[in-house]
């Protein structure tokens, strides 16, 4: 089945920037579907971050919309996100997933989440 | 965008129902028929419950049903188990491509 894994650094200082890759198997990412970030402070509730297309077209949350980059590979059958100038209230798992299919308006598949903490 | 209102928690007994309740506005829930649930465990990652407000992927047991009436959305859980305490997420399309989630509602099995 289709599975996906979140990489990248579990820490990562103030003002830097917070690089993630999502990478997908047993489904090539060029066959179509959206991929999206999610990410969940420690003990709080989910926030959407944004989505894309393997064409490249991207989506944002308007409250990060400033800060975040996505980018699609579908060579590498991976897409990823930036997130620039973190600070401590960035600090969260992040979580990929896939939108499904029919509406397309829903995540039918998620990532475990990883970890990122942001301090120096 | 405000996140939707949930209540913070619900609990019941086992072999109860429960509802947990996701209201939204006319520009988000109202407006469209695009709510979706989302089961947390602790520590886990969410699992999809409930799409389109009532439709349910395979696999997911049909004692988990969806509802939408005006700017609220509902999700009901049917002879409650133990293994559905979790925390729960409602999650809407609120028109120009963008969404917003639910605050989380914790169910707790008595």
């Known amino acids: 089945q289709v599975q996906l894994q979140e990489s990248g650094p579990g820490l990562v200082k103030p003002s830097e920037t917070l690089s993630l890759t999502c990478t997908v198997s047993n489904y090539s990412i060029s066959s179509g579907y959206y991929w999206g970030w999610i990410r969940q402070p420690p003990g709080k509730g989910l926030e959407w971050i944004g989505y894309i297309y393997n064409s490249g077209n991207t989506y944002y949350n308007q409250s990060l919309k400033s800060r975040v980059t996505m980018s699609v590979d579908t060579s590498k059958n991976q897409f990823s996100l930036n997130l620039r100038s973190v600070a401590a209230a960035d600090t969260a798992v992040y979580y990929c997933a896939r939108f499904g299919a029919g509406s397309g308006t829903y995540f039918d598949i998620w990532g475990q989440g990883i970890l990122v903490t942001v301090s120096s | 965008q405000s996140a939707l209102t949930q209540p913070r928690s619900v609990s019941g007994s086992p072999g109860q129902s429960v509802t947990i309740s996701c209201t939204g506005t006319r520009s988000d829930v109202g407006n469209f028929n695009y709510v979706s649930w989302y089961q947390q465990p602790p520590g886990k990652a969410p699992k999809l419950m409930i799409y389109?407000?009532?439709k349910r992927p395979s696999g997911v047991p049909d004692r988990f049903s969806g509802s939408k009436s005006g700017i609220t959305a509902s999700l009901t859980i049917s002879g409650l188990q133990a293994e559905d305490e979790a925390d729960y997420y409602c999650w809407s399309y609120a028109g120009s491509s963008s969404y917003v989630f639910g605050s989380g509602t914790t169910v707790t099995v008595l």
């Open positions: 389109d407000v009532n």
